[in-house]
């Protein structure tokens, strides 16, 4: 099996303790996004086990919303018709090490 293609990255945002990625809607999203919220501390969640396993029909999920929270994290992830948005509380060095897993899920270079 190759590679999985990075998501495309459409627009970020962020203050004193909160960020935002607009992420492109496509099926691999969840297999990202299982790795993503394991290297954020959400090893043996419900839905991490789900989207690696069996991940559910990303076209189902429209204007939905699903949280995350432990101590050190607390994200929104809103699926919309077209992107998923990410949402993210966290203090400043762990939102540093939330824009290395953006970039190891999104390609930052296209608009």
């Not at 299982?34 to 959400?42: E, K, P, T």
């Not at 990303?58 to 919303?65: P, T």
């Not at 101590?71 to 998923?84: L, Q, S």
Request: aromatic share 14%.
């Amino acid at each position: 099996m190759g590679m999985i293609k990075k998501l495309k990255l459409s627009g970020t945002g962020n203050s004193d303790r909160r960020s935002f990625y607009m992420i492109e809607k496509k099926q691999d999203f969840f297999s990202f996004f299982a790795n993503f919220l394991i290297n954020c501390g959400f090893n043996g969640n419900l839905y991490v086990d789900e989207y690696q396993e069996d991940p559910p029909k990303i076209e189902k999920f429209i204007d939905f919303q699903e949280h995350f929270k432990n101590k050190d994290y607390d994200i929104d992830v809103i699926f919309g018709k077209e992107k998923i948005i990410l949402i993210i509380r966290a203090n400043k060095k762990n939102l540093e090490h939330i824009k290395r897993g953006i970039k190891n899920m999104c390609d930052l270079n296209s608009n």
